[in-house]
């Protein structure tokens, strides 16, 4: 394995000890959209999965869900290429646009949780209790800027999070690495081809918190560990404290919203 | 007062009540550098200081503390002015430069650290509780964004701090006000010249936070709004969890860090 590849897997490592992903004899379905990022954890978590050095011992498959709208440049190939790597890979097609309900237009949210529902109906039936997702550190990061200047929240993207509707709990091993690392290892792997193209991701407000993301960490490589280190680590002292709400007589606006 | 004036002190007057920055009979000593935010400041909060209608009675004065680096194109025209506004103005000379330890470098922290120290000594000499600081919104964002990109923690400015050293209380008056809206009341005085200009200033991360800031939040009036209202909103239940530090065996990353 590569150097870029064997610090990719020291992130999964640090990821997995420091939130608790994985418990020994945990059956996991990895989500495999066929993007890059996905590539890479099934790649890694493949091996891992197969390793019987690996510290926790814990099975591993892929489940790729085929959408009605997503183009995939390179037909199927990566999913003969992720075979080729011994790992299980099922595909489950999913009409995501016929699902529509009258007057509801698509979007991001709409497809991704019809994606996870899906990946939860799979799992249950293979006895899965984790469902691991691509998500990298950046990812988690704009989520966190969409979610303070959108909802007016501080939260994001969980490394680890217990499904409401469903048995499975969501990981994300990739909770610590970069976008960067993944880009460079699929592209050192020769698959940077294999990228489904998703029209709407382009429209989506990700866009505008990857720029500002960019923006707040250009050419300080550690600013984005340390952003992430700060979602964990919220100073209360430090943030302020509302000990009163405004009355409409002297201010028009609403209480903190 | 214009309707932009109006809004700026509606604005004042919801973070006062919100944040508990003013008790009847406080007396405040307003921090006034010469730039926009705190003629701005000087200007609505010493109305409010001098009107008997208003339902906090508080006296406030002014105090410019004058380094020996910082130029002022318009010289001390902006002093008269705020006389001109009924409210004291007492100047205060600090040889910041000169106060520089062996072997240190002029920096904005030990430049506002110094001027912090001279306020809570005059504050202290004529009996003012209250130092008022002119930051506003963009302040406290970027602060938030500096924090969490280069200390790894969730913190910023607050509207309201007690020192640790002195017995005054920091508020910030402005803390929901934007700087557009600071920046038009001014022009609108006719007062835009009087920015004190300060070279450290252009070099600060600071510079880097607003970019990133105004990136996040372009084309959407509400965004800045939602982002300060996030800081008082952390969802714990969407922020990462640490459950155990990485060994250093299996990962080579420190801690959180």
Known sequence: ???????????????????GLLEPHDKVVI??????????????LGDKGASE???????VEAVHVRTDFAEYPAGDDFLEIVKS?????TVLEVPVKQRLRE??????WWCSSQRRLEMARYAAEVGANKIALGHHLDDILETFL???SGKGELSTMLPRMAYDKYPQTIIRPLAWTHEEEIRDYVRQLGLESFTCTCEWDTRSP??????????LCAGRPRAKDLMFRALAN??????????????SRISDSQKMR
């Open 53 to 59: 050095r690996y510290p926790i011992p814990f099975d």
């Open 234 to 247: 919220p100073v209360n002292r430090y943030l302020p404290e509302v000990v009163s709400e405004p009355s």
């Open 206 to 215: 990700r866009k505008t918190a990857r720029r500002a993301l960019e923006e």
């Open 103 to 108: 007057g509801h237009s698509l979007n991001c």
């Open 31 to 44: 989500g495999l959209s066929g993007g890059k990022d996905s590539l890479a954890l099934t790649k890694i």
């Open 1 to 19: 394995m590569s150097q870029l590849g064997k610090r990719i897997a020291r992130k999964i490592d640090k990821a997995i000890l420091q939130f």
């Open 146 to 148: 969409m979610n303070a």
């Open 85 to 89: 790597w011994g790992i299980k890979v």
